[in-house]
């Protein structure tokens, strides 16, 4: 599988294009559908996927869904990946889980040293929390791509995670 990043809109938002074969899905559109729409154009798009509902990372995704037909996340049996409810920047938190590769997709989830804010209209410091204590189960060596920033693992992040609201 090779991802590719795409840093997109004002709050340079990661867009990510998972690829696999001559398929591929395009990960929180952030903005800029026509750039989205050439990276894609050697392969079939076979679903757009969101971590969550702000602004800044869905800023092209009406367009993409109407440009190929296609309803965000809608699953298919292209690409084998976990969905994870994740709550707590907002309600519709959720990561992408993509085991046998060993990554994770998690939108404002989980950052690089950090976590997504919590002081949104619906955001909760105590879903974040019990987020948090929740991907503790999985794997360390997860490579997570955030929706801001730069990668990590999340054996890196677990660490800080009692940091965050202590």
């Known amino acids: 599988m090779e991802i590719k990043k795409l840093v ?3 709050l340079r938002t990661n867009c990510y294009i998972v690829i696999k074969n001559d398929k591929c899905l ?8 026509e750039t989205i729409k050439d990276i894609c154009k050697d392969y079939k798009v076979k679903g757009i996927l969101v971590t969550h509902h702000h602004f800044d990372h869905i800023g092209a995704l009406e367009q ?20 994870i ?10 990561t992408f889980y993509f085991k046998e590769e060993g990554v994770m997709f ?3 989830f989980i950052f690089y040293h950090t976590c ?25 060596n997860i490579t997570i791509y955030p929706g801001h920033g730069k990668e ?3 054996g890196e992040e677990k660490q800080y995670f009692y940091r965050y609201f202590g």
């Open 85 to 94: 409810n994740t709550p707590g920047h907002t309600s519709d938190c959720i």
């Open 26 to 33: 395009i990960i929180d559109p952030a903005d800029d559908a």
């Open 106 to 108: 998690t939108g404002d």
């Open 152 to 154: 990590t693992t999340l």
């Open 116 to 140: 997504g804010r919590c002081d949104l209209k619906t955001s909760s410091v105590s879903e974040m929390l019990n987020s948090l204590e929740m991907v503790k189960s999985y794997d360390d």
């Open 8 to 10: 997109l809109g004002e």
């Open 64 to 83: 993409l869904e109407e440009y190929y037909n296609i309803k965000h996340n809608n699953h298919n049996n292209s690409f084998n990946y976990e969905v």
